[in-house]
């Protein structure tokens, strides 16, 4: 089975912080997203990397950055937390292909307090 | 990105037929349709997807219309474990890094 995981289910931080959220997916998938889920506005796509070292803006990147340096690992990193930035975000994988399936982790709830 | 439109919610009852509905009017000729579904305090499970004709998986039944403006989703017998938020997602057929477009999906309620 493909299996995303992320590095924690539940973070508290403090404005100011900075922030890493790790994501590792063990099938060699090319792609690898990050997104975060709001209530009322579902998911929205952050950042994507197509390949190592690869990486894109999605709809929402403001206030983060992102790290593929292997391809397994693609890491989330909000540079100064804010209390905007508490959300659950949830990291995904996939081949490459308009038509291959996503395969998601558990999500990280982050409190930025 | 083409839109879709969705119910905000639907209920079932268990072991009923569940049609889920979405529309997609702006669809164009290259776009996959996708469902993906959240059960609570997980991530998101791919369901099924199509491009032109319908089809079947051992989760569902995905019915394309014959415009491809609209497509349901169905769940032949709908069990207490079916109850989740469904996605219907147009996505790139080419190329993009097959990003997902989430909107805000159909709560299915589902009941004894």
């Known amino acids: 089975d493909v299996k995303v995981t992320q590095s924690s289910r539940y973070l508290v931080k403090r404005t100011g912080e900075k922030v890493f959220l790790e994501c590792v997916q063990d099938?060699?998938?090319?792609?690898m997203f990050w997104y975060r889920q709001d209530p009322g506005l579902g998911l929205r796509l952050i950042y994507f990397?197509?390949?190592?070292?690869?990486?894109e803006k999605g709809d929402i990147p403001e206030g983060y950055s992102v790290s593929r340096e292997k391809k397994e690992r693609f890491s989330l990193i909000l540079e100064s937390a804010s209390t905007n930035q508490t959300s659950m975000y949830l990291c995904?994988?996939?081949?490459?292909?308009?038509?291959?399936?996503?395969?998601f982790g558990p999500g990280t709830r982050l409190t930025v307090t | 990105d083409a839109k879709t439109t969705q119910p905000n919610s639907m209920e079932s009852n268990e072991e009923e037929p569940v049609h889920l509905p979405c529309n997609h009017s702006?669809?164009?000729?290259?776009?996959?349709i996708h469902w993906y579904r959240q059960l609570p305090s997980q991530g998101p499970e791919y369901v099924i997807h199509?491009?032109?004709s319908n089809v079947n998986n051992r989760m569902a039944s995905l019915a394309i219309a014959e415009d491809r403006k609209s497509s349901t989703l169905i769940l032949h017998r709908a069990t207490l474990r079916d109850a989740a938020v469904y996605y219907c997602?147009?996505?790139f057929g080419t190329g993009g890094g097959n990003k997902l477009t989430f909107g805000t999906g159909t709560q299915l309620k589902v009941e004894l």
């Open positions: 995904a994988s996939s081949t490459g292909g308009g038509w291959s399936e996503q395969y």
């Open positions: 099938m060699d998938h090319e792609n």
């Open positions: 990397s197509y390949d190592v070292k690869m990486k």
């Open positions: 702006t669809i164009s000729g290259t776009d996959y």
């Open positions: 199509g491009l032109t």
């Open positions: 997602i147009l996505r």
